[in-house]
C-alpha cells in the first residue's frame, strides 16, 4: 500500500490530477471574466476595469465576496436537500474533466467507456438543479428545476444520439483513441476531423449541448426575466457560487467533448524544441474549446430565449429526427465501405 | 484496496436498498434509490464490466429516476400516506417472493463453475455485449424492443386523448 | 459588549487579521452587486448607468440579480410610495448580509415634490440608508459617484460580521402633512358658468337635442368642446345608444373620470365621460351630475370595457359606487387606504399606513374553480410588483397550470404618487415638472400637452417658433420612448444586448435634449405660451447629425431581430387582439395601430402644422407582440421624417408668446415702467390665472392618447386637472390578453404595451 502510495505512477497520477483539477477551477473562474467581458464589447461598452489590470481580479473578488456573504436557508426550504444540491450539481460537472484528454498524456484516466461516462456523469448533474429548485419550497424555482429537468432529459436524448455516427466511424468509446484516430490530414491540408465528416451530428451536437447547460436561448431553467433566477433564486452566497461554478463547469465539459469528437481534440501541427511540441497539443485543445466558448457568450449576447413548448417540440420534432436520420445514413454508409 | 472498494459499494448497496423501504417520505426513498444504482455501476466497475456500470447510470440513474423525481415533485405528495389498505396482502406475498428469489440466486451462483467467472470479466466490453445481443440474444432482444414499443404507445394515447 | 471591550479587541487585532479584513473589504467592494428596486424615473437613469455611456460594469457592478439573496446593493430607484412599502421592506429583509442601500434621488430620499397622501416621505421611513443620491432624476454620474462612495464606505468597515440590522416590527405611522392644503375660494363662479344655458349649433348638438330631449340637462361649448349633461337614470341608456346608433357612433370611450363641486352644486360630483367617434371624428364630453347623498350610478363596463379600470379609479378617488361594476375595489391607493384623496375637503399629505400586500380576486375565483373541479389547491403564481418582468411596479396574480395561466389578475398603484392632488395644490407653471415624470421616458411630450391644455384655456396660439421646437423634441423623445420600449421588451425576451443598442441612440439623443434646456430624462423644457428659452446656436446641425446616426441604429436593430427566428416564434401570435376589442379597451397609439386602426393624432386632429408635414401612419394587422414591433419601429423612421421637414422649415421668431396674462414680459421693460414691473410681479407672485371654464386637450404621445381635462376656476392653481394616460387603457386589458397563453407570452406581451407606471399610476 505504501509502496503504491509513493510509486512514481501515483505521484504522476496525483500531480495530473491537481494540475488539471486547478486549472479548471480557474480557468471556470476566468470564464466569468471572459464572458463578461466578450459580452461588454458585443455591448459597446468595456467591461469590469477598476478591478485588478483589465478588470482581471474581478472572479477573485467576487468569489472572496461569495465566501464572506450569509448564507440563507430559507425556513420553509427542506434544510438536507437544500444543502445537498449544490453539491450534487458541482460534484458531477467537475467529475468528467478525470476522463479528458487535454493532452497526448495529460489525462487522469483513459476509460474504455470515457465517452458513455462522461454522460452519464453529466446526466446526473439534473439532480441537483431538481433538487435545489424542489428544496426551495418556493414557486419560481420549482418552475425552473420542472423546465430544467424536461428539457435535460429531452435535449440528452439528441445530445447522445448524435454522436453515435462519430463512435461507428472511430469505433471506440475511449476519448484517447477518438483523439488519435482524428490526426493526420486528407490531402495533405484538410484535417481528418469528425466535423468533415459528421456536419449534420456536429450541428445537433452544439445545438444540444448548448440546451444541456442551460445556456441562451435555451436558458428557461434560469431566464431571469421570467422567473427571477429560476432554480437558484433562493439560493446565496458559497451555494450560489457553486450552482454557477457546475453551469461553467458543463460549458467546459461539452466544449472539450466537442474539441475531442468534432474538431480533432489536442491534435495539431506540432513544430519547434522539444518543451514547445510538449505543451501544443494542450494549447491547441483549449484554443479549439476557447471558440466554442467564445460562441457560447455570442450566442447569449444575441439571441432571444425560447418559450417552453416551442423548446420541447423543436428537440422533438426537429433535433431527434434528424439525429436518428444521421445514425440511419452513417450506418448504411459505414456498412457499404 | 478492491476488497475495501468492494465492501464500500455493497454496504452503501445494502443500506441504500433498506432506506428506499424505510423511508416515509417517497422523495427520500427515490433518492436512496439513485444511490442504490449509483453503487451498483460501482460494483459492476469492480467486475471490469464498465460498460455496464456507465449504461447503469445513464439510463436508471440519470434519465428514469429523474422521471420519477420529476412526477414525484410535480405531484407534491404528503408524507407517509397510510393509504395503502389494497397493498396490505401483498406484504405477506413478499415473503415467499423474496425466499424464491434468494432461492433461484443460490442454486445460479452454486452451478457457476471458476472458468465461467475468468470469461465473464471480458464479456463487459461494448463489443461482446453489442455481439451477443444481435447473435444470441437477438430474438429477446427485438421482442424487448417491441414490447417496449406498444408500451411507448399506449402511453402516447393515455396521455393524448385528442390524437 | 461594552464599547471599552469593543476597544481592547481592537487593540488586540494583529497584523493578520487587519490584512485579512482588508480583503475581505477589497473583496466586497469591487463585487458589488444590486438589486434594481427600479419604480419610476430614476430606474431609467440606472439603466442609463448600465449602458454604454457610463457602464457600470467597469466598478464590477454590471450582474444585477433579481434575486435579493444574490444581490449586495439595494438600489432603490425612484418613488416609494406607502403601497410599496411593505414590498421593499420584504425585498430588504430577504437580502443576505453584508448589504447595502442606495438611495437614488429625491423621492426615494424624502419623497420630493411629492408631499402627498400616497408617497413615503423617504425610504428611511423603514430602513437604513448608506448611501443618498441627490438630484431628481440623479444624472447617471451621480449614480456612478455613489457606487464609489459605497466601495469608500465598504473600504474602510472594520467589522469582519455583520449583524442584522435591527428589524423594525411595524412601519412608522405617518404624520397627517398639513402644509399643502389646498386654500382655494369655493367653486361658486365654476359652477354657474357651466349651470348657464347655452344654445349650441352643430351636428352632434342638434342630433343630440333631437333624440334625447328628455335625458338632456344642458349643453355647452367652450374652446370647440362640446359638453353635454345629461340625466343620471337614463345615463346608461344614452351611452349606449351613443355607442351603437351609427349616426353618433361613439365606439371609443376615452376616459371616465369625476369632478367635485363641494357643497356649490346641489349635486356634488360630475361624472365625466369623453367620447370619441372614429368614423365621424367627432368628440363629446359626457357629465352626469351625482348627488353626494346618493353617490351611485350606473356601470358603463357592459357599455365600453374601457370603463373598467377608469371607473374603480373614480370609485377610488371619489367614492362614486359604480352600480354593475364587475369588480369595484381600490386601484390606485392600498388596500388599507382611509378616504377618498381626490374629493376637494381631503388633505392632500393625509397617509394611511400600508402593512401588508393583498391577495387579489383571482385566488379566490380559481380557489373556487378547484374545489368544483374536486382538485386540491389551486396553482397560483405571484409576479410582481418586483418581477424583472413587470418593470418594477406591476403586479400579476395568475393561476396557472403548469406553464399555461388559465385566469389572471393585475395590480397596479405601486407607484401611485397623487399627481392629480398635486396638481391641485400647485400653480399652473409648477405642475409641469409633475407632468415630465409621468411618461418620463418621453417627458417632454407631456409637457407639451399639458401646456396646449392651459393655451387652449386661454385660446392663443403660441409663435411658430415656439411649436416647431415642440414638435422637434418631442418627435425625438417619440424615437427615444420606442428605443426603450424595443429594447426592454427584447430583454425580457432574453436577447440582452438589444438593451444596450437601443440605448446609444436614445443617449444621443439625450444630448441634444440637454443642449437644450439643461435636462436629461425629465426637461422641464416646455412653459405655458411657449417654451423656456431658445434651443442653443448649433441645434439645427445637431439635430441633422443625429437624423444621420439614429437610422443606422435602427437598422443594426432590426438586422438583429426581424428575420430572427426565435424573435418570430415568440413574438407572432401572441396576444393578438382585434381592432374592434383594441377599440373598446381603449387602446390609442402603437397598440391600436398594431390592430390594424390608423387613428393617430397627428393626421386625425392635426395642430402645430402637422397637416403640414408628410408622414405616414404606419398599421399593423395582427395586434400581436411582433406587430407593435414592427409598428414602433417603422414610427421611429416616420418620426425621423417629421423631424428632417420641421429642421428644415424651422421659423425664425419669438419662443415664447407675447400675452401679457402668460408670459414675462422682456426684462427692459421690467426695469423700464411701471406696467411691466407690476406685470411681472404678477405673474412671479400669482402665476398663470386662466379664465373659467373646461378644456380638454390632447396629444399623440408615445403611447398614445395623453389627454388632459382641464377645469379652471379663475385662480391661480387648477381646479381639476385630469391626465388620460394611454397606458392606463391599454394595462387594463393586459390580464386578459394573456389568459390562455404562456407565462412566457406574459412576460413578452406586457415589454411591448411599453407600460410606463408614472403614466399608468399618475
Known sequence: MIEYLISPEFLLMMAKIVGIFGGVMGSLAYLTWLERKVMARVQMRPGPTRVGPFGLLQPIADGLKFLFKEDIIPTQANKFLFILAPIVALIPALLSFSVIPFGPRLQVADLSVGLLFIFAITSLGVYGIVLGGWASNSKYPLMGAMRSSAQMISYELSLTLSVVGVLMIANTLSLGELVTAQQGTWFGFIPRWNIFLQPVAFVIYVVSAIAETNRLPFDLAESEQELVGGWHTEYSSMKFAMFMLAEYANMLTVSALATILFLGGWTGPAFGPDWLRMVLPTIWFVGKISVFIFFYVLLRSTLPRFRYDQLMKFSWKVLLPLALANILITSLIVAIS | ?163 | MKAEEIEQKREHENFFTTSYSSLVNWARKSSLWPYPFGTACCAIEFMATVSSHYDLARFGSEVVRFSPKQSDVLMVLGTINDKMGPVLKQIYDQMAEPKWVISMGACATCGGFYRAYHVMQGIDEILPVDVYIPGCPPVPEAVLDAIIKLQQQVENDTRLSYERHPRQQRLKIPEVDATVHALERPPRALVRFLEEKQDVQGPIASLFKERFPDDLISMREFRGDLSISIKRETAKQVLRTLKTDPDFNFKMLLDVTAVDYLSERSARYDVVYHLLSLSNKHRVRIKVPVPAEDPTIDSMFDVWKSADWAEREAFDMFGIQFKGHPDLRRILTHSQFVGNPLRRDFPPGQRTLCTETVDLPVVERARKYAESMGLAQPQILNMGPQHPAMHGTFRLQAAVDGERIVDADTEIGFLHRCFEKMSETHMYWQVIPYTDRLNYMSAMMNGVAYAMSVEKMFGVEIPKRAQYIRVILSEFSRIADHLVCIGTNLVDLGAISNFWYSFRPREEIYDLIESCCGGRLTVSYVRIGGVANDVPADFITRARALLQSIPKYVDDLEKLNRQNRIFKMRTSGITAISAEDAIDWGFTGPTLRAAGVPYDVRKWFPNYDYDKFEFDIPVGESGDVFDRYLVRMEEIRQSLRIIKQALENLPEGPVQIDDRRISLPPKKGVYSNIEDLMNHFELIQDGIIPPIGEVYSYWEAANGELGFYLISNNTKRPYRLRVRGPCFYIFQAFSHMVKGGYLSDAVAALGSLNIVAGELEK
Open chain 2, 1 to 163: 484496496m478492491i476488497e475495501i472498494l468492494f465492501f464500500f459499494f455493497a454496504a452503501l448497496a445494502v443500506g441504500a436498498a433498506i432506506n428506499v423501504l424505510v423511508q416515509k417520505h417517497v422523495l427520500y426513498s427515490a433518492l436512496s434509490l439513485i444511490v442504490l444504482l449509483s453503487s451498483m455501476s460501482g460494483l459492476f466497475i469492480l467486475l471490469r464490466a464498465d460498460f455496464l456500470a456507465v449504461i447503469q447510470v445513464i439510463v436508471y440513474a440519470g434519465a428514469i429516476m429523474v422521471l420519477f423525481v420529476f412526477v414525484i415533485m410535480l405531484l407534491n405528495l404528503p408524507e407517509d400516506e397510510d393509504g395503502a389498505d389494497r397493498l396490505r396482502w401483498l406484504k405477506f406475498l413478499g415473503i415467499p417472493l423474496g425466499l424464491f428469489f434468494l432461492f433461484l440466486t443460490v442454486i445460479t451462483l452454486w452451478n457457476v463453475e471458476r472458468q465461467d467467472i475468468v470469461e465473464a470479466q471480458m464479456a463487459g466490453t461494448p463489443e461482446l455485449i453489442g455481439r451477443s445481443l444481435f447473435t444470441d440474444y437477438l430474438l429477446p432482444f427485438e421482442a424487448t424492443s417491441l414490447l417496449i414499443l406498444i408500451a411507448l404507445m399506449g402511453a402516447v394515447v393515455f396521455a393524448k386523448k385528442d390524437l
